[in-house]
C-alpha cells in the first residue's frame, strides 16, 4: 500500500490564541502530535513522514517517534497570517533537498482534528487516486446554512447571506459543506503553482461531524476528549 513518493506533512506552530500550546494539549494520555504522527504511521501510505514547527518541543516529540524529517521551521513562516500552503510547500522542498528525491503527491495532516480516522486517511487519498484530482480537502456537511440561517448585517440590515435564494426550512435549503481541516492531498506539481485551496478539478473527501471537530477553543477540545476516550 506504501507510495514510494507519497509524502506526509504535518505542521505545528507553536503560536495558538485559543488555547496555549494546542498542539500539545493531552487527550487519553496522548498529544495531538502524537496522535496525528501515530495515524500517519497506521495508515502505511507515506515514504516520508514530516513535522515542521518552530516549537523545540514538538521537534523533539517528533524525533523520539522516530518520523522521517523534522523541520525546524523559520519565524517568517511561523506567524499565524501565513498560508498553510506556503508551509507546506516549504516542508517538501526541504524533505526533497535532503533526500535528494521529487515527490508525486503530499497529504497535509492536521493535528487539531484528531477524531479523523486510518482509514479516513486511506479512503482519501484512494479517492484522489482514484478521480485524479489535482487536490482533495476533506469536508462535512455544515450544520449552519448560507441559503437558511447565516446571516450578515450591513448599514443596520439584517439578511441572508444567500439573500436571492430564499427557504423556508433547512432541510430544503441545498446542501453545503464546511472544510474540517482534517486532511490536504495535493499533487506536487500542482500545489507549487496553487495560491488558493479550492479549484475546478478539487475533490472532496466527505466526513462525518463527529469526526470533523475542529479544536479552536477549549469547547471544541472538550467535545473531542469526550468523543476520543469513549471510542479508544
Known amino acids: 500500500m506504501r507510495n514510494k513518493n507519497l509524502i506526509c506533512t504535518i505542521c505545528a506552530r507553536s503560536g495558538s490564541k485559543g488555547i496555549k500550546n494546542k498542539n500539545l494539549q493531552l ?5 495531538l502530535l502524537e496522535i496525528t504522527i501515530i ?3 497506521k495508515s502505511k501510505l507515506f515514504s516520508k513522514i514530516i513535522v515542521s514547527s518552530d516549537s523545540k518541543r514538538v521537534l523533539q516529540i517528533a524525533k523520539n517517534y522516530d518520523v522521517d524529517f523534522v523541520i525546524n521551521r523559520s519565524s517568517k513562516l511561523s506567524g499565524d497570517k501565513v498560508s498553510k500552503i506556503d508551509v507546506i510547500k516549504d516542508a517538501v522542498n526541504k524533505t526533497e533537498t535532503y533526500f535528494n528525491f521529487i515527490a508525486s503527491s503530499v497529504m497535509d495532516i492536521d493535528l487539531t482534528t484528531p477524531l479523523r480516522t486510518v482509514k479516513d486517511i486511506q479512503s482519501a487519498y484512494s479517492l484522489f487516486l482514484k478521480n485524479n484530482f489535482n487536490n482533495l ?6 450544520k449552519k446554512n448560507p441559503y ?3 446571516l450578515e448585517i450591513k448599514n443596520n440590515k439584517t439578511q441572508l447571506i444567500k439573500r436571492n435564494n430564499i427557504y423556508n426550512s433547512r432541510q430544503v435549503a441545498p446542501k453545503v459543506y464546511e472544510a474540517n481541516s482534517a486532511l490536504y492531498i495535493w499533487k506536487r506539481d500542482f500545489l507549487f503553482k496553487a495560491s488558493k485551496i479550492i479549484y475546478s478539478k478539487t475533490g472532496v473527501y466527505i466526513m462525518p461531524r463527529h469526526r470533523s471537530i475542529d479544536i ?7 467535545m473531542v476528549k469526550s468523543i476520543y476516550n469513549k471510542n479508544n
Do not use: M, P, R
Not at 487527550?27 to 498529544?31: A, D, E, F, Q, R
Open 137 to 142: 480537502l476533506s469536508v462535512c456537511e455544515s
Open 27 to 31: 487527550i487519553n494520555g496522548l498529544t
Open 216 to 222: 479552536d477553543d477549549k469547547l471544541d477540545l472538550y
Open 148 to 150: 437558511f440561517n447565516l
Open 39 to 41: 495515524q500517519a504511521k
